[in-house]
C-alpha cells in the first residue's frame, strides 16, 4: 500500500510521537524528495512535525491569548498589547524544549497565562486564562508561562511619543518572562522492596 508524504507523516505523528532534539526558527521545504533514505526521511517527518507545532502555538499565543490578556486587562480600543516577535520567539522553544519529553509531545500540555504587574509595583501576578495547545489531546502537563510589560519608564516615552503623532498606545509585553512546568501525573517508577 502507497501512502501520501502527508498521511504518512499524519499517521506516524499519531502513532509514534517524536521527541525534537533541537529548536529552529526555520521555514522548511514542503516537496518531498523521493530519493530520501530512512533517516532522511524522518528528518522531513521531524520538521513536519515541528512546522505543524509552530502553527498551533501561534494559532494559541498570537490569537487566544493576546485577545484574552486584552480583555482581561481591560485594555480598551485606545491601548494594544504588543508581543514582539524575538520574545514570542523565545516563549516558542522553551514550550518545545519544556514539552517534547512528555506522553503527547507538546500537543499533550495546557499553557497557564499569568500577567505580572512591572517589577516596581508589588501586587501579584493576574491570571489571564488556560488554553489547551491541542483541545484533542488529554493534558498531561501544565506550563506556567508568567509575562510583564517593559519598563514603565520606556513604556511611559513611547507611548507619548504615539499619542503626539496620533496612535494608538501599545502595552509591550518585555522579553523577560518565567515559565515552569508542572506534571498533572505521576510517572510510574519500580520501588526495590
Known amino acids: 500500500m502507497i501512502f501520501k508524504p502527508s498521511s504518512v507523516s499524519k499517521l506516524f505523528n499519531e502513532c509514534y510521537p517524536m521527541a525534537i ?25 521531524e520538521k513536519e512535525r515541528l512546522a505543524v507545532l509552530l502553527q498551533i502555538l501561534t494559532r494559541t499565543l ?7 490578556c486584552s480583555k482581561v486587562l481591560e485594555l480598551g480600543p485606545l491601548v494594544s498589547l504588543d508581543l514582539p516577535t524575538s520574545t514570542l520567539d523565545n516563549i516558542f522553544t522553551q514550550i518545545i524544549l519544556l514539552g517534547e519529553r512528555e506522553p503527547y509531545g507538546v500537543r499533550g500540555g495546557t499553557l497557564v497565562v499569568m500577567f505580572s504587574p512591572p517589577p516596581t509595583k ?26 510583564q510589560s517593559t519598563s514603565p ?41
Not at 21 to 45: K, W
Request: with cysteine.
Open 21 to 45: 532534539g533541537e529548536y529552529q526558527n526555520n521555514t522548511y521545504d514542503d516537496a518531498l524528495p523521493t530519493d530520501l533514505g530512512i533517516d532522511n526521511a524522518f528528518q522531513h517527518l
Open 62 to 68: 498570537k490569537k487566544q491569548v493576546l485577545y484574552r
Open 122 to 147: 508589588t501586587s501579584s501576578p493576574i491570571k489571564i486564562g488556560r488554553f489547551p495547545l491541542d483541545p484533542t489531546k488529554v493534558s498531561t502537563y501544565e506550563l506556567h508561562l508568567t509575562i
Open 153 to 193: 519608564v520606556k513604556l511611559k516615552c513611547a507611548n507619548l511619543w504615539r499619542r503626539l503623532q496620533g496612535k494608538q498606545e501599545k502595552l509591550v509585553v518585555d522579553d523577560k518572562f518565567s515559565m515552569v512546568k508542572k506534571k498533572l501525573y505521576r510517572s510510574s517508577t519500580s520501588s526495590g522492596h
